[in-house]
């Protein structure tokens, strides 16, 4: 299977949305995921059953719509001569467009996964799991990181950290309280540490055990020396959970920001999913920025003008950017430009002409992400995009407005 472009991944996560926001006014919208082993000619069979059924709805809207859901359907898959290698989903039905009014829509998509499982799905929104599935990072690492004072349970899934538990303990400090031997205290000491790392194998092995295990890639343990070492030497982790410890790193916080900082000690260890090469590109921008070598550009306008002069070297934008470009024309004059504005950020007024005066009107409306990309497709750009999932990445969005480049040279814009 080729793996998909970054460009590929938001292309599909874009269409999984505006189909998230499709909605029918009954049960008139239709799922249909054909795996490619599954013959049209039974899908067709199927469907015209199903258009039979519909003529018991009560509803003659519903009916009406539902009946012409499916003879598109019936209609598009006579002239599908074979189901893609990955399978292919079918999404056709009356969309509530407002006014009271419904437009009957269809798209199209093969999945960038293969489909194992055939589907009809008849409901008021598109049944799109299977397709959110894929969009999921899979692999997962259990996080642990511990002192003598409390000790954080906590999983990476792809992107995300997740916090599952936090402990404290009854350990004493090494100073004895009086009127104990020092034997005695230091035993007792002994004993409160290794029940405090059992406490902590126990929660930990029962976050680890119910993740699926295909996906579970192994365990980072973080922590000062020589706790961490006593812990997984202790082997107070299940045997199985055990086995799979792929390293220990030291680090300062034993709470939830912990394991954050241990998972960007084990980068190493995490050097091949996503998260970290996000981070490694993210960090690349930062040094160039804080280095004023006059590499890092930021803002859309920077960008665009780095970009039409085919100095950018890594453009990186959000996965959460979402703006437009609306094209405009003056209707006297011919004169054209453009301006970017959020999908919600309606313009019924677009000023003036500055070369004669006149109205403006409106031409076309592009998404931004599509319109840079294509820019630095031209100049041969690597186009990257970045998760909010993590902190560097959410500083992209929230600080640079979702848009910064890494240049080939400094060009003084």
Do not use: W
């Not at 642990?144 to 916090?163: N, Y």
């Not at 920001?257 to 970290?276: H, P, Y």
């Not at 006059?294 to 979402?322: C, F, H, P, Q």
């Not at 209707?331 to 003036?352: A, H, I, L, M, N």
Request: net charge negative.
């Amino acid at each position: 299977m080729v793996e998909q472009s970054a460009h590929d991944k938001y292309e599909f996560k874009k269409k999984l949305e505006e189909l998230r926001n499709k909605k029918g006014r009954g049960t008139e919208l239709i799922s249909l995921y054909l795996p490619p082993d599954k013959p049209i000619s039974e899908v067709t069979s199927q469907l015209k059953d199903e258009y039979g059924q519909a003529s018991n709805i009560k509803s003659k809207v519903t009916r009406t719509n539902v009946q012409g859901a499916i003879d598109s359907l019936v209609s598009r898959l006579k002239y599908l001569e074979e189901v893609p290698e990955n399978g292919i989903v079918f999404f056709t039905g009356a969309v509530d467009v407002g006014a009271n009014k419904t437009n009957m829509e269809t798209t199209v998509i093969e999945p960038p996964e293969q489909l194992v499982t055939y589907r009809y799905h008849c409901d008021s929104s598109f049944f799109l799991e299977p397709l959110e599935d894929m969009l999921k990072e899979s692999k997962t690492y259990g996080l642990v990181v511990l002192d003598r004072r409390e000790a954080t349970i906590g999983l990476l899934v792809g992107k995300r950290i997740e916090t599952h538990r936090h402990l404290t303990s009854t350990v004493p400090g090494k100073q004895k309280k009086g009127g104990q031997s020092a034997d005695r205290f230091e035993q007792l000491r002994l004993i409160a540490i290794h029940d405090f790392n059992k406490r902590i194998g126990e929660a930990a092995s029962d976050v680890f055990l119910n993740v699926d295990q295909e996906n579970f890639e192994g365990v980072l343990i973080g922590g000062p020396s020589p706790t961490k070492e006593e812990f997984k030497e202790g082997e107070f982790l299940h045997h199985e959970i055990q086995k799979k410890i792929l390293g220990m790193f030291d680090v300062s916080y034993t709470d939830e920001s912990g394991l954050s900082e241990l998972v960007n000690a084990a980068t190493d260890k995490l050097a091949d999913i996503d998260l970290m090469k996000e981070k490694k590109l993210m960090q690349q921008f930062f040094n160039e920025l804080i280095a004023e070598s006059g590499k890092a550009a930021y803002g859309e306008e920077t960008v665009r003008k780095n970009l039409e002069i085919g100095a950018v070297n890594t453009l990186l934008i959000s996965e959460d950017m979402k703006s437009e470009r609306d094209i405009i024309r003056c209707s006297s004059c011919g004169y054209e430009t453009s301006f970017t504005r959020k999908p919600s950020g309606q313009v019924t007024d677009y000023g003036t002409c500055p070369k004669c005066g006149g109205s403006f009107e409106f031409v076309d409306s592009i998404d931004i992400v599509e319109d840079l990309s294509t820019m630095a497709d031209q100049t041969g750009a690597k186009v990257e995009f970045i998760s909010t999932e993590f902190e560097e990445g959410s500083q992209l969005l929230n600080a640079f407005g979702g848009i910064v480049a890494i240049l080939r040279y400094n060009t003084g814009i």
